[in-house]
């Protein structure tokens, strides 16, 4: 007689607590479709205070993120977790540094998200996030392992768009405005030849989907919430 394995227990790493609870409500909600009504694998959540988070991208420290993240990872590791998401793109700059020391393997948003646009066919995207996040290699070395050309929005694109993603978004913000914002930039990212674009800001999602962009849309967030439910149930 086969004996089923019972889903892992996964890990969340927060950063920002709209992009978290994304992640979260969304692994829980199509869990229930795999699993049955009301069911999900186990969840355990940790998160640093934004703010501290903040400070060390401020003043570039690299290391002080990764040792966020790591004191994170020790913890979810205490309460049982098996594997770890982190639902925020821009500290995956430092995962480099965090993957070696750490005591249980993560899910890489930016692979995660490289993957899908792979098996859809796309050779050109766009790329949208924070400033952080869009003038590191995040995304064109994941994108590129797969052939795949990343585009970026201009220096001033770059700017207007972190602005709304840390005064709004990650407070929970939404302003007719920012939908204005996000379709000028995808608009412009189309006519540069994207053939789709990448919300890699996991707060993006709250005000822009394939619904209302002028490009296919990359939810970050959401992918990475459906690669960790695969990963729980494998």
């Known amino acids: 007689m086969t004996v089923r394995r019972p889903p892992r227990h996964v890990g969340i790493v927060a ?33 640093h205070s934004l703010a501290d988070y903040v400070a060390c991208l401020e003043r570039g420290d ?38 070696p020391r750490s005591p249980l393997p993560w899910l890489h948003i930016a692979e995660v998200v490289a ?8 050779r050109r995207v766009g790329l949208s996030g924070t400033r952080w996040l869009v003038d590191s290699a995040v995304y064109p070395e994941a994108l590129g392992r797969h052939g795949i050309e990343c585009v970026r929005p201009t220096p001033d694109e770059r700017l207007r768009i972190d602005r709304i993603i840390m005064d709004e978004l990650v407070r929970g913000i939404v302003r007719p405005e920012a939908i ?26 709250l005000v822009m989907n394939d619904g209302n962009s002028p490009l296919p849309t990359l939810d970050s967030t959401r992918l990475l919430a459906a690669a960790a439910l695969a990963r729980a149930v494998a």
């Not at 002080?64 to 500290?91: K, Q, Y």
């Not at 993957?115 to 796309?122: D, H, K, Y």
């Open 15 to 47: 950063c920002s607590s709209e992009g978290a609870a994304l992640c979260y409500r969304t692994f829980c909600v199509e869990a229930a479709t795999v699993l049955g009504p009301h069911a999900h694998p186990q969840v355990s959540l940790h998160g």
């Open 62 to 99: 690299r290391q002080g993120v990764a040792d966020l993240m790591l004191d994170s990872a020790g913890r979810l590791a205490a309460a049982g977790a098996e594997f770890l998401v982190c639902p925020d793109n821009t500290i995956h700059d430092v995962m480099p540094l965090v993957r």
């Open 115 to 122: 993957e899908a646009a792979a098996r859809r066919g796309w």
């Open 180 to 205: 204005d914002a996000f379709q000028a930039v995808f608009g412009r990212l189309a006519a540069a030849g994207c053939e789709a674009v990448i919300l890699g800001c996991t707060e993006i999602p």
